[in-house]
């Protein structure tokens, strides 16, 4: 999926996460991740990200997560919201979102 | 109840009573209600007004939370809502300004420090990358010399004073970078400016030419310059967009010296002349200081040449006074946009 405008999805309250994603001049997809448990929980929260956006096979843009503790599943659905509104993506393809 | 329930936007011009609450709230936190934001997100508790956050354009001002509710993460929400406010508005990139001492507050919204004025205020951005990358794009632009300077035009319109500048300050660098300042908040467009700049400079060859940016002479970096046409100043914010230029933009180009015209009329740029020195040549700050050059206005008839004059002969549909003051590409298109009309 192409990026095509920036959205955001979430919140900043506790247990949530706050994702902006937004395309990329430079054709690269760049993921900056900070999260009040990144000590912690860094290594899985780029790997659930990093998942997520693979299987929505979105190649570029630049994506931003401020997460605040959230969980895995939390995660998933707030990355593949943002995905899908800066995609402008109308035919959801529902296995992709498993 | 849901928590987020009772937040709710409120557009201060169009609102006497939420406006006098607002000011209210903000006046307790040492803060003052700012007349360049268009609307702003509060929250009420059963009838109080105990939040707020102000938007102008693309930057968040006016941040108070009632003392008695700090520590429940009403200041959370809050952010949440004018993230989302702005999202629905069409605004991602977005700038804030705050107290230093607030500066932990806000990074829990997730905007990062780009500059401190130290014991005034920071200018915080909602990315941890974006100037960076700016700067990057900046970098590959640089061009070898001992003398490299820099210019930030907002040419409205562009004048032959503005050329004379640009002449004297290329004379006298190895490379001169000239930035045109974005915001379209001038008489002229942004995309007209930036053509007559482009089509004025054409024979200065040791230049390279810029779109403009946020981080240069913008709403965000130096709100109070948009407010000059209106004869409206507010306190001046010009040290943040000195001090930005200063610590990423200069270094990125190698930028040494800062030409500026001497400004006898307006005072808004006059008291920016007057600052420039101030932040980028004494100021402490990490990055080297900058020489700033202000160059004399070229005159005509001894009365020099001013953007703000040709806008006065414009309005009087005076050509022929303003081809004594504008090169012949901005008369041409002074005289297509602006055609005589029929008395």
Redesign the interface.
Known sequence: MKVIK???AG????SDL?V?V?PSD?GTR?V?I?SEVIKQFGKQIRRVVTDTLDKLSVSGG?I?V?D?GALDCVIRARVQAAVLRACEANQLEWERLS | MNATADFYTVHPKDAPAEREDIRRLLAANDLELDDQIEVFVVCRREGRLVACAGLDHYTIKCVAVAQDLRGESLSLDLGSEVVHLAAARGQFHLFLYTAPHNLPLFRGWGFYPLVEVPERVVLMENSPVALERYCDSLRAQRRPGKTIGGIVLNANPFTLGHRYLVEQAAGACDWLHVFVVKEDASMFSYADRFALVAAGVKGIDNLTLYPGSDYIISRATFPGYFLKEKGLIEASWAAVDLLLFRDYIAPALGITHRYVGSEPFDVVTRSYNAQMKQWLERAASTAAAITVVEIPRASLGGVPISATEVRRRLAQHDFRAIGDLVPATTLEFLERRFPATVQ
């Open positions: 920036e959205a955001i919140t900043l309250e506790s706050l902006k937004a430079r760049d900056v900070r630049s931003v401020e605040k």
